[in-house]
């Protein structure tokens, strides 16, 4: 201990420290870089070598400025940050993160308002038969619309609720509005989005099939979308589950293919039925040649392991058309029907019959603008 810190255990492996004076700053940032120091070395025992972690939040105020609760809820805050910035062990408080946490304190509280009230909806979005437009399935996407603050993105609603445990609540609420959506379309398939966190639980295969059960729905009917992140940090709960969903019928697409990993050993140990390839490789399309290339090696690569492609984020006709040319089996994207209602997702299927003749068919690639030669392309 420098001298003049008072030093005090407030439970458990919390301590606190204290600092008086004009060199209270590099007296404390000192004192917590020496703890850092001694304690992050292992220390080892008989048989282990065992490693502690640490995390350290400081807060600084002047006499009179700010009660000693406010300081240490502060000093609190700025621990908090520590532990999760695990490259960060000491942490000094600043404005910013108390807006952080008050934010996320909100957004969690209007959540679990979101979940009770109807604040949440669940669209549809068409992925199409590539050779000819016709609807094959569609897309659940959650949306939340925030009373004051708009819409929210889904990504951020779902990284919120991962991190306040309230992840389980929303896909349940998902599932259970996906099957509705399904009986009231009739025969088409719906896909939802499975967070990786479902896979810690270890009836989470087994809750699917009751819940299809308990709706009357046909398994055949439900279609999953796991990322490849989950493969690799829970992969054997993952390849568990995934086998037992598919054997009970459901369909299982890898989603987002090519952002992440992409390791080959993981699509041919899972078994997938679709492989969804991201949109970053129809964008790709549009700088030319390479982007054509690596778009057809994905597609046989699908191909030859048995998986039917989704080519997702088809904006244009010019993409559409080079997606058809290099056999993707389905497309999805603004270009065929973006994301909507269930309502009006019926009226979009309603009127297929028109569209088809519209849309797809009439747009032939325009090899021109890809920088491609017909002869490379045609098999
Ligand atoms: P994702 O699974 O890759 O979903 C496709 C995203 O691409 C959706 O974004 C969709 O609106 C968007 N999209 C579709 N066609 C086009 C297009 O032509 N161009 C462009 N630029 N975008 C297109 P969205 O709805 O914002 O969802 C973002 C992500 O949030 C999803 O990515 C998914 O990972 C996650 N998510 C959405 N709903 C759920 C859910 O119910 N559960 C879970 N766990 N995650 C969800
Ligand atoms: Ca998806
Ligand atoms: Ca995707």
């Known amino acids: 201990m420098p001298d003049g810190v008072i030093l005090a255990r407030f439970g458990g492996d919390e301590f606190g420290a204290v600092a008086l004076g004009d060199d209270a700053q590099l007296v404390l940032e000192a004192f917590a870089t020496a703890i850092i120091d001694a304690l992050v ?3 080892q025992t008989a048989e282990h070598y065992l490693s502690v972690g640490v995390s350290i939040g400081i807060a600084f105020g002047h006499a009179g400025e700010h009660s000693g609760n406010e300081l240490l809820r502060r000093a609190d805050i700025a621990m908090y940050r520590a532990k999760k910035d695990k490259r960060e062990p ?45 609807l094959t ?30 992840i389980v609540a929303v896909d349940d609420w998902v599932l259970e509005r996906a ?17 990786p966190v479902q896979f810690r639980r270890r009836d989470f295969a087994r809750k699917i099939v009751d ?50 990993y992409s390791s080959l050993s993981y699509l041919k140990d899972f078994g997938f ?11 790709a399309l549009d700088d030319g040649r390479q982007g054509a290339e690596l778009l057809r090696a994905i597609v046989d690569l699908g191909h030859s392991l048995s998986m039917r492609v989704i080519a997702e984020g088809v904006e244009t006709a010019e993409q559409a058309g080079a997606v058809q040319l290099f056999g ?13 209602p269930i309502d009006q997702f019926q009226d979009w299927q309603a009127n297929a019959a028109v569209r088809e003749l519209h849309s797809l068919a009439p747009h032939k690639p325009d090899i021109g603008n890809l920088g491609y030669q017909v002869s490379q392309v045609v098999k």
């Open 90 to 134: 000491i942490q000094i408080f600043h404005a910013e993160m108390d807006e952080g946490l008050n934010f996320r304190r909100t957004m969690r509280q209007g959540l679990e308002e979101a979940l009770s009230g109807n604040q949440l909806d669940l669209h549809l979005q068409p992925v199409v038969d590539a050779r000819n437009g016709t």
């Open 179 to 195: 099957l509705q959506h399904i009986k009231q379309l009739g025969d088409v398939p719906v896909a939802i989005n499975i967070s």
């Open 273 to 283: 039925d679709f492989l969804k390839i991201d949109r970053g490789f129809i964008r």
């Open 211 to 260: 819940r299809l059960e308990a709706h009357g729905v046909s398994p055949g009917q439900l279609r999953l979308e796991i990322t490849e992140g989950v493969l690799v940090t829970h992969t054997r709960a993952a390849g568990r589950a995934i086998a037992e969903l598919r054997e009970a019928g459901i369909k299982i697409a890898l989603d987002d293919f090519g952002t992440g």
């Open 137 to 166: 399935s569609a897309e659940a996407l959650l949306r939340w619309t925030h009373p004051l603050l708009g819409p929210i993105s889904p990504a951020k609603l779902i990284a919120l609720a991962e991190e306040s445990g309230q």
């Open 41 to 43: 070395a292992p220390v």
């Open 328 to 340: 993707c089996d389905y497309i999805q994207g603004y270009f065929t029907g973006r994301p909507m």
